[in-house]
């Protein structure tokens, strides 16, 4: 693995149905982030967290929650879907500890929810 | 009001062109400040940070205004290879969270 992985690459979901996607970062960064980007909206926040243990609410948390139980993993998980949760799903990564704050983003899961 | 305001474009531009970007952000708190650019179907990645004194990297200069709470990029002799959105963004808050423009689309032309 060589930065963040995702995953799935693409899921097409019936809504109501419950989904988790999983985001794996090997750089040992201690913030990860869940962004959703919907079209003339830009990257909005969902949830993130700043260390293992630690999770917080972003701009946009409602229907979604997450869980950090160790530094590499960060799964974003859908209890139950609905159709406005149709987007493109962004998982990031930051190293809060140096002064440096660029965050690096993982390919993405484009999610479709029917 | 966004947090984040940007002209969406599109910017369509000539190889060898400049076109200056600008950029508007709503809270006086915003502590840091970059530029990311992202390939159509990509994941964005850091273009550039933002200091007060204006800095370039190459081709590329961007500016802030913290009076006029202001940032802007400049990309001169426009390649091919710029053809992308270019996402203005803000860090504020205790969190270091980033807020993102929805964007600036750039395609440069043969």
């Known amino acids: 693995i060589a930065g963040i992985t995702q995953a799935p690459t693409s899921q097409i979901l019936a809504a109501g149905r419950r989904m988790t996607l999983r985001c794996t970062q090997d750089?040992?960064?201690?913030?990860m982030y869940w962004y959703r980007q919907d079209l003339g909206l830009g990257l909005r926040l969902i949830h993130y967290s700043n260390t293992a243990g630690t999770t917080g609410k972003g701009e946009v948390p409602d229907g979604y929650s997450v869980s950090r139980a160790n530094t590499d993993d960060f799964p974003l998980t859908l209890a139950s879907a609905v159709p406005s949760q149709t987007s493109v799903y962004f998982c990031?990564?930051?190293?809060?500890?140096?002064?440096?704050?660029?965050?690096?983003f993982g390919p993405g899961t484009r999610l479709t929810v029917l | 009001r966004k947090e984040v305001e940007q002209d969406p474009g599109p910017f369509n531009v000539p190889e060898g062109a400049t076109v200056a970007f600008n950029c508007t952000y709503s809270n006086s708190a915003s502590q840091s400040f970059f530029w990311y650019r992202q390939d159509c179907r990509k994941e964005p990645k850091l273009l550039m940070s933002v200091y007060s004194s204006g800095n370039e990297d190459g081709r590329f200069t961007a500016q802030l205004n913290r009076a006029s709470q202001y940032i802007s990029l400049l990309i001169r002799d426009s390649k091919l290879s710029d053809s992308a959105t270019y996402l203005c963004v803000v860090l504020r808050g205790s969190a270091r969270q980033l807020t993102f423009g929805s964007g600036t689309q750039l395609t440069v032309l043969p």
């Open positions: 750089m040992r960064h201690n913030a």
């Open positions: 990031a990564s930051s190293d809060l500890t140096g002064g440096n704050n660029e965050q690096f």
